[in-house]
């Protein structure tokens, strides 16, 4: 059994395009221990290998080459070419893993070496769909969503005659606010098949990894589902389920292995419901996109919300569905909330290539990557957040949200510093982040025992020593000045001891 630590530290990988770096022969199985050892150092708690399971390969031709999709080709990978393109992996076959990584076989040996190195292996669990074309149409079509002729007629680009009779018509997979995926085949939520056949397959799933990652979590909630399909569930008259997918299918996982994590990939403000349905985890794009707009004010506010729900988030900035955060922030402003997402509580989640500086977001339906310079500035800021925020007391440790102050009556800069606290027995760590364009200056009240007049506070981020006095931080609070985009990370022993300890 694997015990997920407290605020771990998640980094995404795409599992297609990562295995190629090794070499064209290379499996699972093959990859260098040393790999491994690197992600353990790095303080890397889950490793989510995106893209594992076998797509079908029959529905490239028809649906991988639409005009939107060649322009984000184009975009990515200058010279690629039609070989490249390898199909979404959302648009799976059946849950068997690519031969492109190996066989399953070689999947249980990485894991087993993870493992091995106090690292949980994360998959993806696609609940919504299948392939357009998966073979599971012709041996367990009743756990798709079907129609009939004139449905189809009317919508045929939401709807599209099954590949095992042209007679049937099956329903593409979608998210209500878009177009359907058309290289997919939507499941059917109100079919107790398709409920048992997905538990089912989640509770294989536990002997091949430690956890899931559930994509687009919320479509397959009762009342989404219905108001996404309303016309076919009513001409076929479909019920509405007395309980939630989610909540029979985690509960039945949880039975056979209750350190099995689930991750929601979800929106709409429903992180709460799906929390509270089982989910050990679920997406923070509300702070995403707070960080994205500059909003410090609703940064602030969001970061009030409950201790439970706030250690059920996950924290991102960039993943493989989002643009590269040092395009979407700029270079500062994104080392800027890398410091933010790496120090509140839930899992901080990385996305492989953004500790590098990378900056092409590729399409998930190309299997070769371009080339791309490092930037070894960024680099070498993730390498000391990563042996900064690896100690102990940002994972056990107490958080809590600071408030700033003004430092004059005229100066409202305090507004653009964003700060809090962790503290584990002796050991004090103030986080303050200026998230403004400009020079920002506050003070900062907190709880301090010393027995001396003056403290020694260590800004482990830029290895600077200051010493301050005791009276001033508890009767005005430490003053604070910081430039655009810049952070502190002071680390304070209270013992007087030692205050190296990181």
């Known amino acids: 059994m694997m015990k997920i630590c407290s605020n771990p530290r998640l980094l995404e990988i795409n599992a297609r395009i990562w295995i190629r770096r090794f070499g064209q022969d290379f499996t699972l199985a093959s990859v260098p221990d040393d790999q491994i050892t690197r992600w353990k150092e790095l303080g890397f708690d889950m490793i989510w290998l995106m893209g594992v399971w076998d797509n079908n390969k029959d529905v490239i031709n028809e649906y991988c080459f639409e005009p939107e999709l060649i322009s984000s080709y184009n975009s990515a990978l200058k010279d690629w070419h039609k070989d490249d393109v390898i199909g979404s992996p959302y648009s799976i076959d059946r849950y068997e893993i690519n031969p492109l990584l190996g066989t399953r076989e070689d999947l249980l040996s990485f894991k087993k070496r993870l493992n091995n190195a106090g ?117 076929y008259g479909f019920e509405k389920p007395e309980k939630e997918f989610w909540e029979e299918a985690i509960s039945q996982v949880k039975i056979k292995r209750d350190d099995f994590i689930f991750i929601a990939e979800t929106y709409w403000d429903l992180e709460w419901q799906l929390q509270n349905l089982g989910f050990d985890f ?38 493989h569905d989002e643009d590269r955060a040092i395009v979407k922030l700029g270079r ?32 998930v339906q190309l299997g070769r990557e371009p080339e791309e310079k490092q930037d070894e500035k960024i680099k070498e800021f993730y390498r000391n957040l990563f042996r900064i925020t690896k100690a102990d007391i940002f994972r056990n440790g107490t958080w809590k ?49 010393s027995k001396s007049d003056d403290i020694v506070l260590i800004d482990l981020l830029n290895n600077v020593t200051y010493k301050r006095s005791v009276k001033e931080i508890s009767e005005k609070g430490l003053f604070v000045e910081l430039k655009t985009f810049n952070s502190h990370i002071f680390s304070f022993n209270e013992t007087g001891s030692d205050q190296t300890v990181l």
């Open 119 to 235: 690292i949980s292996l994360i998959l993806d669990f696609v609940c919504n769909h299948f392939s357009a074309k998966s073979s599971l149409i012709w041996s367990n079509k009743e756990i798709f969503l079907t129609a009939d002729e004139f449905i189809f007629k009317n919508d045929p680009y939401t709807f599209y005659p099954s590949p095992a009779n042209s007679k049937e018509y099956l329903a593409h997979g979608r998210d209500p606010l878009f177009p359907p995926w058309k290289d997919t085949a939507q499941i059917n939520f109100y079919s107790r098949e398709a409920r048992n056949y997905l538990t089912s397959v989640l509770i294989d799933l536990t002997d091949l990894c430690d956890g899931v990652r559930c994509d687009m979590a919320m479509l397959p909630l009762n009342n989404i589902f219905y108001n996404t399909w309303i016309g076919v569930l009513k001409k």
């Open 401 to 449: 949200l600071l408030e700033t102050s003004p430092v004059a009556d005229s100066d409202l800069s305090y507004e653009n510093l964003l700060a809090w606290e962790w503290r584990l027995g002796n050991e004090l760590r103030i986080v303050v982040v200026n998230y403004y364009h400009s020079t920002s200056r506050c003070r900062l009240k907190f709880n301090i025992q």
């Open 332 to 363: 500062e402003r994104s080392i800027a909330a890398a410091v933010v997402i790496s120090t509140i509580p839930g899992i901080t989640f990385y996305f492989d290539g953004q500790c590098e500086g990378k900056k092409i977001k590729l399409p």
């Open 282 to 319: 679920t997406y923070d794009k509300r702070l995403t996109d707070r960080l994205a707009a500059g909003a410090i004010h609703s940064i602030k506010e969001h970061l009030q919300a409950e201790k439970v729900y706030q250690e059920k988030s996950v924290r991102f900035l960039e993943n």
